[in-house]
């Protein structure tokens, strides 16, 4: 497929998901039941006019504590296990591990973190730095850490803890971002993210407004979320294929992709590597700070849609570059 084509509007049988919206409705439900502990731990970011970009507002992540939106998720997690790290084993690409990390920092022990042997060296530093006791597994991608972290887990009897846990985590950043994108008022017609495992988006797509279409990014090298939906089943898996938007690498999480089966404003929208680094060196400039390159992927999902709507909303998720 060339880059930055868009694909068609993902429209589901409704005769294939009826027990689905009572999901949807519960993953939103269980995922404000964390509030109170997502807002000791975020810093929620009011939405910003693209200067560059016409008819674009810009929700920026990067600035909540660890450096992603993944701090969302963290929160929850912790929630989850009352504060007990030494009885789970964090399963992460890189920032969900650095922001489990970052909030475990006042709890006894070390951060057990299972990363993929391609998580970019930067995240493996700031996982050290953090006191995280770091375990690599898998040649690339992130199927050999996944396949290690369930064998030590079983072995030895921990909980495997990651962005798509119990609903309430599997929900907390997409619902909580877009309670705040829609506490602003602002009408979009569109919002972009970016899809890795697909957690963000099915959170999202749990509270998406009836006027609003949601736009999936993902990479040319790794469109896990759209071959699923081609193929009607989870995509959990893939061969590895390097890309600068590193942290969305991968297949998805199968409790993700059936909440997104519900969401019959779905687009896919596949990007380039070319198109990710023009998109990052250009958000860099607006913004003033460094961003990741997944980070910067909804962003050039925008830039190169042909299909875009006159007012969006683009998320950029993280920093950690």
Known sequence: MADGRAQEVVTVDPGRIRAVPARVRAVARSARSLYPDLHECCTPS???PSVSAPGVW???ETCNPAGSFKVRSAAGALAVLRGDMAAAIVLTSGNFGIAMAHLGRELPGPVAVVIPRSCAARKREMLAALGARVIEAGADG???ATEHAHRLGAARGLRIITPYGPPA???LAGVSIMDEILAEGAGFE????PCGGGGLLAGLAAVLP???ELVCVETENSPGMDLSFRASAPVTAIPHRPTVADAVEGGVDAAAYRVLRSCTRLRFLRVGESQVRAALERLEAELGHPVEGAGALAFAGRLNDP???SRACVLVTGRNA
């Open 190 to 193: 569109s919002v972009y993210a």
């Open 142 to 144: 992130d199927a050999g």
């Open 169 to 171: 985590v599997l929900g």
């Open 307 to 309: 299909a875009r709507r």
């Open 58 to 60: 810009l929700k920026d």
């Open 46 to 48: 009011g939405l910003r």
């Open 210 to 212: 009836e006027s609003c």
